[in-house]
C-alpha cells in the first residue's frame, strides 16, 4: 500500500494550490482519508478528514472556509483544494489513509492512520 502526494509548490499569500495523493496497492473504499502538515518546530496537525464514500467531512479550524477535502473513488486519489493561502499554512504537507473510521473526534490523530505518504511541500511567502 502506498499513498504519494503530489501538487506543492511556492504560492503567494492570497493564492491556491491543489494538493493530490494516490493511492495504490489497495483500493479504498472504507474507511476514512485524512491531510496532516508539519511546519518546522511544531507537531503534525491533522487539518481536513473525509470518510471513504464521502458522507462526512472535518476541517481544522485553522483551515475551515478555506480548505476543501475531496476524493475521485474512480482514480482512488485523495484532493485538497486550498485557497486564501496565508503564510502560517507553510509546511509539509502530508496524507494519511485506514481502513477503519476513527472514534468519534478522532480524525485529527495521527494513531488514527496506519498509511502515510511522505508528504508535499506547500510554502506561501
Known amino acids: 500500500v502506498q499513498l504519494v502526494e503530489s501538487g506543492g509548490g511556492s504560492v503567494q499569500a492570497g493564492g491556491s494550490l491543489t494538493l493530490s495523493c494516490a493511492a495504490s496497492?489497495?483500493?479504498?473504499?472504507?474507511?476514512?482519508m485524512g491531510w496532516f502538515r508539519q511546519a518546522p518546530g511544531k507537531e503534525r496537525e491533522g487539518i481536513a478528514a473525509i470518510y471513504i464514500g464521502g458522507d462526512h467531512s472535518y476541517y481544522a479550524d485553522s483551515v475551515k472556509g478555506r480548505f476543501t477535502i475531496s476524493q475521485d473513488n474512480a482514480k482512488n486519489t485523495l484532493y485538497l483544494q486550498m485557497n486564501s493561502l496565508k503564510p502560517d499554512d507553510t509546511a509539509m504537507y502530508y496524507c494519511a489513509a485506514d481502513v477503519d473510521r476513527p472514534p468519534q473526534g478522532a480524525w485529527s490523530s495521527s494513531g488514527a492512520y496506519d498509511v502515510w505518504g511522505r508528504g508535499t511541500q506547500v510554502t506561501v511567502s
Open positions: 496497492g489497495v483500493t479504498y473504499t472504507s474507511g476514512c
